[in-house]
């Protein structure tokens, strides 16, 4: 599938004429955005979790090595969506195993894991012949190109992993919290860790149309730490993760529209402004105070 479609035309003629009106109707951009709040709730939920257990570097590690991913697709003229998927999910479980199998810190087996599979998606990437718009629009995310199944994909990633985070979310917090604790009441650490590693991976997998490889990790990382600023309270934490999250998704497809800018770095450039803007008002409030 090509994932640069027939509504980019349309779109960028509609954007310089700053018509918003126009571009809501058009069924590409009503995806767009439908697609932005999805993963946006997604991030933010994720994402609370990823920055409380310190698994930014994962994430990132994931969402580069998914190039391999991306570049197989392209060669083997599979749609990129059905590879990353199953590239994303061994790759995240694989690394997860590295790290509970070597004496290694974790970040040095991510960096060695990291490397190698970037170093593989670029070797890959080389024999790439002729028009290469399907890697580049995965690389700096395309959000236009997302169809009814990505949304489909999106959706049920979302269902799965809320129905299992916030069923067990006593035990996800106390896990996140305190390991050793939850280890001494009988939650079960490694499957809850295995679970999470899955869940995080295939969310990454179907973000990485929007915002791209090389800025997957922003988009699960910079809400849940703006959220971070507003609360210290879990549960509210985690709303307002969810909530920044869609905001600034939609927020980037507008900017994205009406400046002509690319989807996936205007998401993520609404996300830093906003978070640099909550750092400066609370920098300032406590100050007053």
């Given at each position: 599938?090509?994932?640069?479609?027939?509504?980019?035309i349309?779109?960028?003629a509609i954007?310089?004429?700053?018509?918003?009106?126009e571009?809501?109707?058009l069924?590409?951009i009503?995806?767009a955005?439908?697609?932005?709040a999805?993963?946006?709730?997604l991030?933010g939920?994720?994402?609370?979790?990823?920055?409380?257990?310190?698994?930014?570097?994962?994430?990132?590690?994931?969402?580069?090595?998914?190039?391999?991913?991306?570049?197989l697709?392209?060669?083997?003229?599979i749609?990129?969506?059905?590879m990353?998927?199953?590239?994303?999910?061994?790759f995240?479980?694989?690394v997860?195993?590295f790290i509970?199998?070597?004496?290694?810190?974790?970040?040095?087996?991510?960096?060695?894991?990291?490397?190698?599979a970037?170093?593989?998606?670029l070797?890959?990437?080389?024999q790439?012949k002729g028009?290469?718009?399907?890697?580049?629009?995965?690389l700096f995310?395309?959000?236009?190109?997302?169809?009814?199944?990505?949304?489909?994909?999106?959706?049920?990633?979302?269902?799965?992993?809320?129905i299992?985070?916030?069923?067990?979310?006593?035990?996800?917090?106390?896990?996140?919290?305190?390991p050793?604790?939850?280890?001494?009441?009988?939650?079960?650490?490694?499957?809850?860790?295995?679970a999470?590693?899955?869940?995080?991976?295939?969310a990454v997998a179907v973000a990485?149309?929007a915002v791209?490889?090389?800025?997957?990790?922003a988009f699960?990382?910079?809400?849940?730490?703006?959220?971070?600023?507003?609360?210290?309270?879990f549960s509210?934490?985690?709303?307002?993760?969810v909530?920044?999250?869609?905001?600034?998704?939609i927020?980037?497809?507008?900017?994205s529209?009406?400046?002509n800018?690319a989807?996936g770095?205007?998401?993520?450039l609404?996300?830093f402004?906003?978070?640099v803007?909550i750092?400066v008002?609370f920098?300032?409030s406590?100050?007053?105070?």
């Amino acid at each position: 599938m090509n994932f640069f479609n027939d509504y980019q035309i349309t779109w960028l003629a509609i954007a310089s004429s700053n018509d918003l009106l126009e571009l809501l109707q058009l069924a590409s951009i009503q995806r767009a955005i439908v697609g932005a709040a999805l993963m946006g709730i997604l991030g933010g939920m994720l994402g609370s979790f990823v920055t409380l257990r310190q698994l930014s570097f994962f994430s990132h590690a994931v969402g580069h090595a998914a190039l391999v991913g991306v570049a197989l697709g392209v060669l083997l003229q599979i749609n990129p969506t059905w590879m990353l998927l199953p590239f994303t999910l061994v790759f995240g479980v694989i690394v997860l195993y590295f790290i509970d199998k070597t004496d290694l810190a974790s970040d040095s087996v991510l960096s060695i894991v990291l490397s190698g599979a970037l170093a593989i998606g670029l070797i890959l990437t080389s024999q790439i012949k002729g028009y290469r718009g399907n890697l580049m629009a995965v690389l700096f995310g395309d959000i236009l190109a997302i169809d009814t199944t990505d949304l489909i994909l999106t959706l049920l990633v979302l269902v799965g992993g809320s129905i299992f985070l916030l069923s067990t979310l006593r035990q996800q917090i106390l896990l996140t919290l305190n390991p050793d604790v939850a280890q001494v009441q009988g939650v079960p650490v490694q499957l809850y860790r295995y679970a999470f590693v899955i869940l995080l991976s295939l969310a990454v997998a179907v973000a990485i149309k929007a915002v791209g490889v090389l800025l997957v990790n922003a988009f699960l990382v910079i809400p849940a730490s703006t959220a971070k600023l507003m609360s210290h309270h879990f549960s509210r934490f985690l709303v307002m993760s969810v909530i920044v999250g869609s905001i600034s998704s939609i927020a980037g497809i507008m900017v994205s529209g009406i400046f002509n800018l690319a989807s996936g770095p205007s998401i993520v450039l609404v996300q830093f402004l906003l978070f640099v803007a909550i750092f400066v008002w609370f920098k300032f409030s406590l100050k007053a105070a």
